[in-house]
C-alpha cells in the first residue's frame, strides 16, 4: 500500500473511533523501567565491591607505613632541635614516598581487576532492558489510548540502536571513573590527615567513610543514567510517531522538586523544554535525578504510527 494513502486511512479510521476528535490526551501513563535501574545498582555495586577488595588488601600495609612515619616522628624528639627538624622532615618524605607506591600497586591491581570485568557487556544488557521496558510501555499507551497494536520489531531498528550504543559508550566510562575518582579522594584524604598529625585509627576510619560515601554516589548515578536512557527513548518515540507535544507527570512525593512539581499536568512542545530551576531547560528523566515522564498528546493529524 502507498505509504501516504496507508497514513490517511489510519488517520480517517482513529478520528471514527474517537468521535472526530483531532487532539487526544493519552489513557495510560507509562511506568519508570525499575527493574532496568536495579540491574544498574546490582552492576555498579560489584564493580564498587571489586574497588573494596584490593583496598582491604592494602589497609593492613597502610597502616604499617603511617604507622612507622609516626614511630620515626616520636624517635626523632630525643633528639636537638636541628635534629629533630631533620628528622621530621626526613619521616615525613619516606612515609608520602611509601605511600605513593602503594597507592600506584593499588591502582594496578584495581586496573587487573576491573579488566577481567566484562563492563561494555553488562552496560548493553541493561541498556537492552531499558529499552524494552520502554518500549513496552509506549505500546501499552497507544494501545489503551488509541486501540492500535504496534509493529513488534520497529523499535528495534538502527535508529533506536544509535540511541543504546552511545549511551553504552557513555557509561562505561562514566562507571570506570568511579572507583578511579574514589581511590583519588581516599589518597588525598590518607595524605592530608597524616600532615595534620591525625591517628592511624582514625585516617582508616575516614577511608571507610569514604567508600560508603562513594558507593553511595553509584547508586544515585545508576539511577540518573536509567532515567535519562528512558526519556531518550520516550523522545525518540514520540516524536518519529508524530507526537509533538506531550504531559508533564511527575511522581508528586515528597522528593519532587519544586519546580518539576509546578510543571505537573503542564501540555509541553518537545521543540520547547520548560525551564527547571537555574536556567536549565529540560524535558522529563533529562534533569539530575529526574523520575518524572512524557505523557504523549495525540494529534490525529500528524500521527505516523508502525502498524
Not at 476528535?21 to 523501567?33: D, E, G, Q
Not at 609516626?70 to 635534629?83: A, I, V
Request: charged content about 35%; overall charge positive.
Amino acid at each position: 500500500m502507498d505509504e501516504r494513502l496507508r497514513k490517511e486511512l489510519l488517520r480517517s479510521e482513529l478520528k471514527e473511533r474517537n468521535k472526530g476528535k483531532k487532539i487526544i490526551r493519552c489513557k495510560y501513563r507509562p511506568k519508570y523501567p525499575d527493574s532496568a535501574e536495579r540491574e544498574y545498582v546490582r552492576l555498579i555495586n560489584a564493580y564498587m565491591t571489586i574497588e573494596k577488595e584490593v583496598l582491604m588488601k592494602y589497609i593492613p600495609e597502610i597502616k604499617q607505613i603511617l604507622n612507622d612515619g609516626t614511630q620515626l616522628h616520636t624517635d626523632s624528639k630525643k633528639d636537638n632541635e636541628k635534629k629533630r627538624r631533620t628528622a621530621r622532615f626526613s619521616a615525613l618524605d619516606n612515609t608520602i614516598v611509601r605511600l605513593t607506591i602503594l597507592f600506584k600497586a593499588i591502582q594496578r591491581e584495581l586496573d587487573s581487576a576491573f579488566g577481567l570485568y566484562d563492563l561494555k557487556r553488562q552496560i548493553n544488557r541493561i541498556a537492552n532492558l531499558d529499552h524494552k521496558l520502554t518500549v513496552r510501555e509506549w505500546k501499552k499507551a497507544v494501545s489503551k489510548t488509541l486501540g492500535i497494536d504496534l509493529l513488534d520489531d520497529y523499535y528495534s531498528g538502527e535508529y533506536y540502536a544509535q540511541i543504546l550504543e552511545k549511551w553504552v559508550s557513555d557509561n562505561v566510562d562514566l562507571i570506570k571513573t568511579v572507583p578511579n575518582q574514589s581511590l583519588e579522594r581516599m589518597k588525598e584524604l590518607v595524605y592530608e590527615s597524616y600532615m595534620k598529625g591525625s591517628t592511624t585509627t582514625n585516617i582508616v576510619r575516614e577511608i571507610q567513610r569514604q567508600y560508603g560515601m562513594s558507593k553511595r554516589h553509584a547508586k544515585l548515578i545508576a539511577r540518573d543514567q536509567t532515567a535519562k536512557l528512558n526519556a531518550d527513548i520516550t523522545e525518540s518515540q514520540q516524536r518519529d510517531a508524530g507526537v509533538s507535544k506531550y504531559e508533564w507527570s511527575g511522581v508528586m512525593d515528597r522528593r519532587e522538586r519544586k519546580s518539576h512539581r509546578e510543571l505537573e499536568g503542564k501540555i509541553i512542545s518537545w521543540d520547547n523544554p520548560p525551564d527547571v530551576g537555574n536556567g536549565r531547560k529540560c524535558h522529563p528523566g533529562q534533569d539530575y535525578q529526574c523520575r518524572c515522564c512524557a505523557i504523549p498528546v495525540f494529534d490525529i493529524d500528524n500521527l505516523d504510527l508502525p502498524v
